[in-house]
């Protein structure tokens, strides 16, 4: 069974710059988050999807971020413009219903560095 | 205010001695637990998940428990080999919903 794939692995801006990140997450997975993790610290979920509508956005920041899931597979985030401070690991994870009947399963992660 | 908090500190053992990392939380009442172990430049991997009713989980060599009056997991990894040497995660959910929240993480570092 293949992995959650996420793409570009690395990715290196100048702040003001707009930057996207994809995802496609385990064939069957309903759920799929983005989460962000800055560097010595836990993933901070950003936005949950199930199928194609958001369960939970409630932390991802509106006015530079935003977040789609066409078709209710893949999935796509993107930052405009980039601050300095969303220099960080976006990480994307799956799960077929739910956190609570099992485990999330990640992808490697998206490194930016915003400059 | 909502917290989950692990030891910050990198956690040092020696080969072969047990391992006990420790989360504790506020303000939340989860339904359920879970650990995952992060490698570096690598996506979080599960490990276990306990539930509210459950007072232990074991997994080969892993064991956690869950006290929801003391609001605290304990993982522990016995025999511990320097392949175990990574970061562990705690994360919960609350009641009615699947919204993953994770702590800081603690690093584990195990040498021969």
């Known amino acids: 069974e293949a992995g959650v794939a996420q793409s570009p692995r690395y990715k290196i801006i100048e702040k003001r710059q707009s930057v996207a990140f994809w995802c496609n997450p385990i064939s069957g997975h309903a759920t799929l988050y983005w989460y962000q993790q800055i560097l010595g610290q836990g993933p901070k979920l950003l936005i949950q999807?199930?199928?194609?509508?958001?369960?939970?956005d409630s932390q991802l920041p509106k006015d530079r971020f935003s977040a789609e899931r066409l078709k209710g597979v893949d999935s796509t985030l993107k930052i405009q413009p980039a601050k300095l401070e969303d220099s960080a690991v976006y990480l994307c994870?799956?799960?077929?219903?739910?956190?609570?009947?099992?485990?999330?399963?990640f992808g490697e992660g998206s490194r930016l560095t915003v400059l | 205010s909502q917290k989950i908090e692990q030891n910050s500190e990198a956690l040092n053992i020696q080969e072969g001695k047990t391992a006990t990392l420790t989360c504790n939380y506020t303000?939340?009442?989860?339904?359920?637990l879970q650990w995952y172990r992060q490698d570096p430049g690598r996506g979080p991997v599960f490990l276990l998940l306990i539930r509210e009713n459950e007072k232990e989980k074991r997994k080969e060599r892993l064991k956690v428990t869950f006290d929801t009056t003391l609001k605290q997991s304990l993982f522990h990894i016995t025999a511990s080999q320097p392949a175990d040497s990574a970061t562990y995660l705690c994360?919960?959910?609350?009641?009615?919903?699947?919204?993953?929240?994770f702590g800081t993480g603690t690093r584990l570092q195990v040498f021969p």
């Open positions: 999807f199930q199928n194609n509508g958001v369960v939970d």
């Open positions: 994360a919960l959910a609350g009641n009615n919903t699947d919204k993953l929240i």
């Open positions: 303000n939340y009442s989860p339904a359920y």
């Open positions: 994870a799956s799960t077929r219903q739910g956190a609570d009947t099992g485990e999330l399963f």
